[in-house]
C-alpha cells in the first residue's frame, strides 16, 4: 500500500508497511515491508529499463530540498515519479491457474473470456501465458474482464499495446525468476499514459502483486507455498471473521513470518539484503 503526494509537476510515492486483505487494512502493519517492495519493484524497473517507466529518481538523497527533513523517513521506501494518466485496468498476465482465475475457471470454464481445456486442476501449468484484465476499483474487488471490455474502454489499438508489453514483460521476469529457482504464476500490471506513450507504472514484480512459487516444491493439484501474504489470508481463513471491518489483529508470530517471506523473496531474486531495514 502506498501514499500519493503530488509536488506540482511529479509525485511523490511512499510505499508502507500497510498490509491489506480480503479489501480490509489490517493491524499491525508487516515492519520494512514497504521498504522491500519498493526496492524491489526498483530493481526490476531497472532490470527492463526499455520499457518506458514512471521513475524519475530512487536515491533520497537527490530529492527535492523541502523533503530533506523527511529523508530518514524516506529512505528506501519512496521514489519520485512522473505524473501519468492511469489506465483504468490492471492488465495481469498468468501462466498457471491460480487464485481468482480458477475460481473463474471452475465456474465458467474461462478466465476473462479465455476458454481453457476442461479438467485442468488448481497450480496448472497453463499451455501458454494468458493476458487476463481487469477493472480498477475506487472501493469493493476489481472484476475480471474479457479482452474486448477493456479494448471498448481504451481503444483497441491502447489495449493490444497493454496486452502485448504485459505479456512481453512477463515473459522477461518469468525466465529471470526461472533462473533464481521460483516460478512466476501471474502478475499484475500498471500502466499510465504521457503525451501518447504506454508508460509502466505502480509496482514492479514484487510479492503484494504476484505469485511466485520455489520450483522445487511445485506440485500441480494443490495450492504452493508462496512469497506473499497468502499465509496472511490462510490465518484470517481460521479466526472465523466475516471479512467485514474491524479485522482480528494479527498476532505477532504472524507479522515475523510474513515479514521473512518478503525478505524471502526479495533475497531470492536479487541475491542482496534490502537497504534502510529497521534494527
Known amino acids: 500500500m502506498r501514499d500519493v503526494y503530488d509536488l ?42 526499455d520499457v518506458d517507466n514512471h521513475l524519475i529518481e530512487t536515491d533520497v538523497r537527490k530529492f527535492p530540498p523541502e523533503l530533506s527533513s523527511a529523508r530518514e523517513e524516506l529512505a528506501g521506501r519512496a521514489v519520485l515519479a512522473r505524473k501519468c494518466r492511469v489506465v483504468p485496468f490492471e492488465c495481469v498476465a498468468r501462466a498457471y491457474l491460480a487464485g481468482s482465475g480458477y475460481k473463474d475457471y471452475r465456474r465458467s ?32 474487488h476489481d472484476e475480471n474482464v474479457p479482452f474486448e471490455t477493456m479494448a471498448s474502454a481504451v481503444g483497441r489499438d491502447v489495449a493490444a499495446r497493454l496486452r502485448d508489453t504485459t505479456l512481453s514483460l512477463f515473459a522477461r521476469a518469468s525466465a529471470l525468476c526461472e533462473e533464481k529457482g521460483l516460478l512466476l504464476a501471474d502478475t499484475k500490471l500498471e500502466f499510465g499514459m504521457l503525451e501518447g506513450r504506454i508508460v509502466w507504472i505502480d509496482e514492479a514484480f514484487t510479492p503484494d502483486s504476484s505469485r511466485f512459487w520455489p520450483a522445487e516444491s511445485y506440485r500441480p493439484g494443490t495450492s504452493p507455498a508462496s512469497f506473499d501474504k497468502q499465509f496472511i489470508r490462510d490465518w484470517l481463513e481460521t479466526t472465523g471473521w466475516n471479512k467485514t471491518p474491524p479485522a482480528p489483529e494479527l498476532p505477532e508470530d504472524v507479522v515475523a513470518v510474513t515479514r521473512e517471506k518478503y525478505l ?8 542482496r539484503e534490502p537497504e534502510f531495514l529497521s534494527d
Open 8 to 49: 506540482g509537476d511529479r509525485i511523490l510515492i511512499v510505499a508502507t508497511d500497510r498490509v491489506s486483505a480480503f479489501d480490509v487494512v489490517l493491524r499491525p502493519g508487516i515492519p520494512d515491508k514497504g521498504r522491500i517492495l519498493n526496492q524491489l519493484s526498483n530493481w526490476w524497473f531497472e532490470k527492463f529499463a
Open 264 to 271: 524471502a523473496a526479495f533475497r531470492a531474486l536479487t541475491g
Open 109 to 140: 470454464g474461462e478466465v476473462c473470456g479465455v476458454k481453457l481445456s476442461a479438467g485442468l486442476a488448481e497450480a496448472a501449468k497453463l499451455p501458454e501465458p494468458i493476458f487476463t484484465p481487469a477493472t480498477k476499483s475506487e472501493s469493493g
